[in-house]
Nanobody, 115 residues
Framework: QVQLVESGGGLVQAGGSLRLSCAASASIFRIYNMGWYRQAPGKQRELVAVIRSDYSTNYADDVKGRFTISRDNAKRTVYLQMNSLKPDDTAVYYC?????????WGQGTQVTVSS
């Protein structure tokens, strides 16, 4: 069983920035490809960014150039730096292993972007 604890969300105006953090309990965290997902009201959860064990990254088209995913294996933590935020980025953000995810999800962290 893996525990995931997300933090760093909040209310921000369009154009602003936030940095999300996710602490994982997985003892061999460093071997996993990790991802940030988000779920907006009335929509399915979607994968927005992935960082692999070799530190290579991929992003969804609508966040490319604005979001940056990173990881600190010593702290078993994944980060998501979000810049130039838009109202469409409003969602609950979760981290998990990149697909397929673990069955256990954290509580997520709410990001609300006002126009």
């Amino acid at each position: 069983q893996v525990q995931l604890v997300e933090s760093g969300g909040g209310l921000v105006q369009a154009g602003g920035s936030l940095r999300l953090s996710c602490a994982a309990s997985a003892s061999i965290f460093r071997i996993y490809n990790m991802g940030w997902y988000r779920q907006a009201p009335g929509k399915q959860r979607e994968l927005v960014a992935v960082i692999r064990s070799d530190y290579s990254t991929n992003y969804a088209d609508d966040v490319k150039g604005r979001f940056t995913i990173s990881r600190d294996n010593a702290k078993r933590t994944v980060y998501l730096q979000m810049n130039s935020l838009k109202p469409d980025d409003t969602a609950v953000y979760y981290c998990n292993k990149s697909p397929p995810p673990w069955n256990d999800w954290g509580q997520g962290t709410q990001v609300t972007v006002s126009s």
